[in-house]
């Protein structure tokens, strides 16, 4: 069976969907002894011989998911020039190569996917799905009834309006307040312009849940595999939505009832971070 050169490269770990496209592009990726920069490019994984960077591609690696609780001032990202902490530092005894997905900012902190299944991780970031993502947030001063009902509406940003966010309260201390917050789009820094907007920035922000995975008691630096159940959560999800897509049906903006803990895997926690570097395959 033929399949698309770049999601063959990507189901094998070896890099994202995106970053196969670059590598083909390229002229890193050959088939059959000759170079192959057109996307698009079928092949079949059992007769081909596909090269990357002149070694033979390995077959597929059974695919991996993890949920990390990312540190407040850590980058999101598996590597920084700066030589700042990012997540790969706190995935200490993970052998498979595995990619965030999305992003987290750097002094935001809470739950992280990271899985080495490329093409679910497009999916669950793809704006037309609409995949929500709900962040606890201390913002300053308390929002009164009209300003909650503003961010449910929508809040006009420089970049267009924003989709109907549904907004909890939660507590309040001293000056300040804790709201829960849930959205469906992944525009750059969105919970803090949205709060930026009606004058009350955001203070502190932890992603709590993101499609039907909760991060649960998981501590700040601690990883941990899913658990069958959520993994099979997160692809359903994914395969519910595209259908719905392709029968051209409007999505329901409801996020689903968070997958509970029961059966969850033992936490894996990671050693406090010394400052030294440690490779991560």
Same mark, same amino acid.
């Given at each position: 069976?033929?399949?698309?050169? !770049? +999601?063959?490269?990507?189901?094998?770990?070896?890099?994202?969907?995106?970053?196969?496209?670059?590598?083909?592009?390229?002229?890193?990726?050959?088939?059959?002894?000759?170079?192959?920069?057109?996307?698009?490019? +079928?092949?079949?994984?059992?007769?081909?011989?596909? +090269?990357?960077?002149?070694?033979?591609?390995?077959?597929? !690696?059974?695919?991996?998911?993890?949920?990390?609780?990312?540190?407040?001032?850590?980058?999101?990202?598996?590597?920084?020039?700066?030589?700042?902490?990012?997540?790969?530092?706190?995935?200490?005894?993970?052998?498979?190569?595995?990619?965030?997905?999305?992003? @987290?900012?750097?002094?935001?902190?809470?739950?992280?996917?990271?899985?080495?299944?490329?093409?679910?991780? !497009?999916?669950?970031?793809?704006?037309?799905?609409?995949?929500?993502?709900?962040?606890?947030?201390?913002?300053?001063?308390?929002?009164?009834?009209?300003?909650?009902?503003?961010?449910?509406?929508?809040?006009?940003?420089?970049?267009?309006?924003?989709?109907?966010?549904?907004?909890?309260?939660?507590?309040?201390?001293?000056?300040?307040?804790? @709201?829960?917050?849930?959205?469906?789009?992944? *525009?750059?820094? !969105?919970?803090?312009?949205?709060?930026?907007?009606?004058?009350?920035?955001?203070?502190? @922000?932890?992603?709590?849940?993101?499609?039907?995975?909760?991060?649960?008691?998981?501590?700040?630096?601690?990883?941990?595999?899913?658990?069958?159940?959520?993994?099979?959560?997160?692809?359903?999800?994914?395969?519910? *939505?595209?259908?719905?897509?392709?029968?051209?049906?409007? @999505?329901?903006?409801?996020?689903?009832?968070?997958?509970?803990?029961?059966?969850?895997?033992?936490?894996?926690?990671?050693?406090?971070?010394?400052?030294? +570097?440690?490779?991560?395959?």
């Amino acid at each position: 069976m033929e399949v698309r050169l !770049q +999601k063959l490269i990507a189901g094998t770990g070896l890099s994202s969907r995106r970053k196969a496209e670059l590598l083909i592009a390229s002229g890193r990726v050959s088939v059959n002894g000759k170079v192959v920069t057109e996307l698009g490019t +079928k092949v079949d994984p059992d007769r081909d011989h596909v +090269k990357v960077d002149g070694k033979h591609l390995m077959s597929a !690696q059974p695919f991996v998911y993890l949920m990390l609780n990312k540190p407040k001032n850590v980058m999101s990202t598996l590597d920084d020039p700066g030589g700042r902490t990012t997540v790969k530092d706190f995935l200490r005894g993970v052998s498979v190569r595995v990619f965030p997905v999305g992003r @987290l900012d750097f002094d935001s902190e809470g739950l992280m996917l990271l899985t080495n299944n490329g093409e679910l991780a !497009q999916a669950l970031l793809h704006p037309r799905y609409h995949v929500p993502k709900t962040y606890l947030i201390k913002v300053k001063g308390a929002l009164n009834n009209e300003e909650i009902a503003h961010l449910e509406r929508g809040v006009r940003l420089e970049d267009g309006m924003t989709s109907p966010a549904h907004v909890k309260k939660v507590r309040k201390v001293e000056a300040n307040s804790w @709201l829960e917050i849930t959205i469906r789009e992944g *525009r750059k820094h !969105q919970v803090k312009r949205m709060l930026e907007a009606i004058r009350h920035p955001v203070l502190k @922000l932890v992603r709590v849940r993101m499609g039907p995975i909760s991060l649960g008691n998981l501590e700040p630096g601690e990883f941990r595999f899913l658990t069958d159940r959520e993994a099979n959560s997160l692809r359903e999800l994914v395969d519910e *939505r595209r259908a719905l897509v392709e029968r051209g049906e409007e @999505l329901v903006p409801t996020p689903k009832r968070p997958v509970r803990g029961e059966g969850w895997a033992k936490p894996g926690r990671s050693k406090k971070f010394s400052g030294k +570097k440690e490779k991560v395959a």
